[in-house]
């Protein structure tokens, strides 16, 4: 099954709501990236995570290496937010990082 | 400066040919990874250099090789293209701090078209 398992796999907002995104771990994470896939296809690193938070403007992220599992929040969504959001975990300080399949975000005006 | 550069943007390919991507960084970052990027497919590792060491994944060990002829320069070379090589490849950097990689940075990627 996967490693990392991205939930929902698209999602459809209204400019200035609110959303959660989230990755469940079956490897035992020990840190985590969220990255923003841009139109061309590069990926943009948001968040480097430990156990812990982060926050970042209208982002925020959250890392539970207990739980297996982590969330990044998306507070009064704007248009330029739409694109596919990665997370991807590394575990056991293997060199490996993981990524889930990503989600689809659409900000509509 | 965190940029990771990548050349070219677009590469076409003859099924059968060579094809040579080419990857710099300016961060003296000491890890530089090659990832191969499908649509609606999670990023997939296929070899990562750790300092002058290349690793290379297990299922895509024939198909790829890498060289990284300096700590800013990282290539990645297909022998012989097929059309499952057609795919967005992108080049990342970090540095892998006490063992355990730090933040990952990307490349603008390569968009490679078979025919």
């Known amino acids: 099954g996967d490693k990392v398992k991205q939930s929902p796999s698209a999602l459809s907002l209204q400019e200035g709501t609110n959303s959660a995104l989230r990755c469940n771990f079956s490897i035992a994470a020990t840190t985590v990236q969220w990255f923003l896939q841009n139109p061309r296809g590069s990926l943009m690193n948001l968040f480097y995570l430990v156990p812990g938070t982060k926050e970042n403007g209208r982002l925020k992220s959250a890392f539970d290496s207990k739980e297996s599992y982590s969330t990044l929040h998306i507070r009064d969504a704007q248009l330029e937010d739409s694109g596919t959001y990665f997370c991807a975990a590394e575990a056991d300080m293997g060199y490996k990082l993981t990524f889930g399949t990503g989600t689809s975000l659409l900000v509509d005006p | 400066d965190t940029t990771v550069k990548q050349n070219p943007r677009y590469k076409l390919a003859r099924v059968g040919k060579p094809v040579n991507l080419i990857c710099s960084q300016t961060m003296n970052h000491d890890t530089m990874y090659w990832y191969q990027k499908k649509p609606n497919q999670a990023p997939k590792l296929l070899l990562f250099?750790?300092?002058?060491?290349?690793?290379r994944e297990a299922d895509t060990f024939e198909k790829f090789q890498s060289s990284r002829p300096n700590n800013s320069f990282c290539s990645l070379y297909i022998g012989s293209a097929g059309l499952e090589y057609s795919a967005m490849y992108l080049c990342a950097s970090s540095n892998r701090d006490w063992g355990s990689a730090e933040t990952l940075y990307f490349g603008s990627g390569t968009r490679l078209t078979v025919l």
């Open positions: 250099y750790y300092d002058k060491i290349l690793n």
